[in-house]
């Protein structure tokens, strides 16, 4: 059994703690949130409550870190120090070099370190690595209502990064350049963005992301030479089209247009994407292996305090 603590008890954090009870080789010993009523999301018995985090350090092996952003660092760190295994949700730091000092202290302490990238584990997102071979295009949009506990982040390093992420696994190659634009709405930050990413390979991506729509969205199309993949996130869901075809017939009162194409819907195996991620963690720490992630999770925390510059907002 691994014996594990969580930092922070909000939205993630809540999560976290439910799923830790629900999993056989996770013991949850206990928890800390600096407000008491968030204590109470936490059924399971026998699980001791803190506003501090480091009353109970000594007794865990592990520590999930769902802390707000700005103190993931300060966090993480101590735990580190602690000689504790840590599962930091995304993103993993407000800047790059306190990264690069947690993965680097990571190594050096020999603790498992990941960052929450709960999409990584979505059946959908595991299935379609198994199918793009030489995309040419990509276009994502990841989108829903304003949410009032995450306007301290830019929507960028709120929903964006979980896109750029997966787009950067996809393509594997270097960003060219790109463009990008945004605006604020609701929030002291971005609210809306959009990025056009160029890649070395001559792959273009094209990123949407909103948190002041009033639909929830979370969708990703895939081109390339003869398929066209559609993926929808939530619902876990792969259309693939093949062998596509259109034609325009012209008569004397109307102008109709016909397409056609073979759909095939993927069979995915549809999981708790954060209970695998947890899984994954815990095996990890188990196995000894995939302790540390540095190059991809890096290259995407890179990538999105660019675009987070090109906005101005750095």
């Not at 059994?1 to 013991?27: D, W």
């Not at 947690?102 to 709960?118: C, F």
């Not at 909103?210 to 993949?229: A, L």
Request: aromatic letters at 6%.
């Amino acid at each position: 059994m691994i014996k594990v603590g969580v930092v922070g008890l909000g939205h993630m954090g809540g999560y976290h703690a439910s799923l830790c009870s629900m999993i056989p080789v996770v013991n949850l010993v206990a928890v800390s949130d600096f407000s008491i009523e968030q204590h109470n999301k936490v059924k399971a018995p026998n699980v001791k409550k803190s506003r501090d985090f480091r009353d109970w350090i000594s007794m865990v092996d592990a520590v999930i870190v769902a802390v707000p952003t700005d103190v993931h660092y300060e966090v993480a760190k101590t735990c580190i120090l602690n000689g504790k295994h840590v599962l930091v949700e995304k993103p993993m730091t407000k800047n790059l070099e306190q990264a690069q000092e947690l993965l680097e202290l990571a190594d050096a302490h020999n603790v498992t370190l990941h960052v929450g990238h709960v999409e990584r584990f979505n059946g959908a997102v595991q299935e379609i690595k198994k199918i793009i071979s030489e995309p040419f295009l990509i276009e994502s949009h990841r989108m829903g209502p304003f949410a009032p506990r995450v306007q301290n982040d830019s929507v960028i390093l709120d929903l964006m990064i979980h896109d750029l992420d997966i787009i950067l696994s996809l393509v594997n190659s270097p960003v060219k350049d790109f463009n990008a634009h945004g605006c604020r709405v609701y929030s002291n930050s971005c609210d809306i963005a959009s990025v056009q990413i160029f890649f070395e390979n001559g792959v273009i991506a094209h990123v949407i992301s909103s948190r002041v729509s009033q639909i929830k969205m979370r969708t990703m199309v895939i081109h390339q030479r003869n398929e066209f993949i559609q993926l929808d996130f939530t619902n876990q869901d792969i259309l693939v089209h093949r062998q596509g075809s259109s034609s325009v017939q012209v008569g004397p009162d109307e102008l109709k247009y016909r397409q056609e194409s073979t759909i095939e819907r993927l069979f995915v195996y549809k999981e708790n994407a954060l209970k695998l991620e947890i899984e994954y963690f815990i095996n990890a720490i188990k196995s000894g292996n995939g302790k540390i992630t540095p190059e991809q999770d890096l290259s995407t925390l890179a990538l999105t305090f660019e675009i987070e510059k090109r906005l101005g907002l750095r």
